[in-house]
């Protein structure tokens, strides 16, 4: 399939092993050019070289304006506006409300709410019509896990985003929409849970999850894909669950 021949991407949280790198992967494979964003240039150089071809990365923070512009002014150069906004770039913390700090709060509300807000606005102006705007959302954003209160609060913050900003931006030929998903093995984990403990915690949780295992990082990567494509065509504001039946079962 070449859904994307033409098209330009642009994935922040593209560079580590997980949801964003595989979703530029994905994209490039079927024709699109993507911009890649994050703070760590050396896992961006490795993204780029696994994908090969077709992919830059420009190393910011989302929660700078001036990265963020940085990045669109690149695109701008490009030459042919934005088709698709993977808006994925996200931190988690673990903490129970007992332990829950203001800096956690702030830090983890701050890059995954704020700084999706500012990736979205700074977008807007050169997004095509006919553009894909994909939020990266999570399970958690309808759940209550112990520990998870902060990243569950900012993932809800970011379902609800989703729905106005599909809304305000629908009669510019604008589609909004998120994506939902649900446990998935990536770096972000290890990063959350220590390299350690990643295999009993992946286990744990598919013993909870109803289809019996994690998800594959390519399982996201085709729905993102869905979502981008004119596949998806009739969504708007909506919230795609990729999630092994666990917010349904
Ligand atoms: N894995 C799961 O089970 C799961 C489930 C539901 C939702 N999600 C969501 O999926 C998204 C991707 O997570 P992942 O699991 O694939 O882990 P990941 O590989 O760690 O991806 C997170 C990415 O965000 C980037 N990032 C974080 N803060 C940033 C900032 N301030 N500016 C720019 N980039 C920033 C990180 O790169 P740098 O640190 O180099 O900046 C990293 O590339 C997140 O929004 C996460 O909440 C994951």
Redesign the pocket.
């Given at each position: 399939m070449n859904r994307f021949e033409g098209k330009t991407a642009v994935i922040?949280?593209?560079?580590?092993?997980?949801?964003?790198?595989a979703a530029a992967a994905r994209l490039v494979d079927e024709g699109a050019h993507v911009f890649i964003?994050?703070?760590?240039e050396r896992?961006l150089e490795g993204a780029v070289m696994e994908i090969g071809r077709n992919v830059t990365a420009v190393p910011?923070?989302?929660?700078n304006v001036a990265d963020l512009e940085a990045l669109f002014t690149e695109v701008k150069s490009h030459g042919k506006g934005l088709d698709i906004l993977f808006a994925?770039?996200?931190?988690?913390t673990f903490a129970t409300i007992d332990e829950l700090t203001e800096d956690d709060l702030n830090h983890v509300l701050g890059?995954?709410v704020v700084?999706t807000m500012l990736t979205v606005q700074k977008a807007i102006p050169h997004l095509n019509t006919g553009a894909s705007v994909i939020i990266?959302?999570?399970?958690?954003a309808d759940r209550g896990a112990p520990g998870m209160g902060a990243?569950a609060a900012s993932?809800a913050a970011l379902r609800s985003f989703t729905r106005t900003w599909a809304n305000e931006l629908k009669d510019r030929g604008i589609r909004v929409n998120a994506i939902?998903?649900?446990?998935?093995d990536?770096?972000?984990?290890v990063?959350l849970v220590g390299a350690e403990n990643v295999a009993a915690y992946n286990e744990s949780l598919a013993r909870q999850l109803p289809i019996g295992r994690t998800a594959r990082l390519e399982e996201m990567a085709g729905v993102v894909a869905f979502l981008a494509s004119e596949d998806s065509s009739f969504m708007l504001g909506a919230n795609v669950l990729v999630d092994g039946g666990v917010n349904q079962i």
């Open positions: 922040t949280g593209g560079g580590t092993n997980g949801i964003g790198r964003m994050g703070r760590r896992e910011g923070d989302i929660r994925n770039a996200g931190v988690a890059i995954n700084g990266n959302v999570s399970t958690s990243y993932k939902s998903p649900g446990p998935t990536t770096s972000g984990v990063e």
